[in-house]
């Protein structure tokens, strides 16, 4: 089974709906991280969790809101999606302040 | 100024031949330097990294960081059909976040 799991995969959906996506994790690991990706601007940071008490914004979290609800698990929601949110999107975890983050294998998400 | 510059290709070579993926970056304050390969409709896994300046050789790879001219290089020697994928370029930012900032990646495909 993977470490890191993602769900849904693939995620259509209209303007102005509310969506989660959720990622769980089996590595045991304190640190969880939502990015996104777009063609051209590489992965960008959301949101990162350094435990389930520690939540901060990274650099893109403007229409974005997080859930660390165990430290296995951390959702992200977009409140009232808009196009310009579609995107790849994934969940990392890293052990402590390592280099070396693991990622789960990303949820593809398009706001029509 | 992005972070991280990575020159986005697509690169492509026939199978055998050495590749050079390069990348600069701007905050002279960097200190761990990273790639990371992406293939398609995966997550990124890290593939090498280096502390500092100097070289540092994994069989068919070699991870090169010039910190005088913020100059991060990677090589791969006798590429293979399977090296095709997209290579992210990272580098660790200060503490306390120590959160990773990534290059937009070059995609290299490997023709047999």
């Known amino acids: 089974d993977a470490d890191v799991t993602q769900t849904p995969r693939n995620r259509i959906t209209k303007t102005g709906k509310r969506i989660m996506l959720e990622c769980s994790q089996t590595?045991?690991?304190?640190?969880m991280y939502w990015y996104r990706q777009d063609p051209g601007l590489g992965l960008r940071l959301i949101y990162y969790?350094?435990?389930?008490?520690?939540?901060n914004k990274g650099e893109i979290s403007d229409g974005y809101s997080v859930s660390r609800q165990a430290q296995a698990k951390f959702s992200l929601s977009l409140e009232s999606a808009i196009p310009n949110q579609t995107a790849l999107y994934f969940c990392a975890t890293s052990e402590g302040s390592a280099y070396e983050q693991y990622f789960g294998p990303g949820t593809r998400l398009t706001v029509t | 100024q992005k972070e991280v510059e990575q020159d986005p290709g697509p690169l492509s070579v026939p199978e055998g031949a050495i590749v050079s993926l390069n990348c600069t970056y701007s905050n002279s304050a960097f200190q761990y330097f990273m790639w990371y390969r992406q293939y398609s409709r995966k997550g990124p896994e890290l593939l090498m990294y280096t502390y500092s300046s100097g070289n540092k050789e994994d069989g068919r790879f070699t991870a090169q960081v010039d910190k005088s001219s913020k100059y991060i290089s990677l090589f791969i020697r006798d590429s293979q059909p399977s090296d095709s994928a997209t290579y992210l370029c990272?580098?660790?930012?200060?503490?306390?976040?120590?959160?990773?900032?990534f290059g937009s990646g070059t995609q290299l495909t490997v023709l047999p």
């Open positions: 969790s350094f435990d389930v008490k520690d939540i």
């Open positions: 590595k045991g690991h304190d640190r």
């Open positions: 990272v580098v660790n930012s200060l503490p306390p976040t120590r959160q990773l900032t």
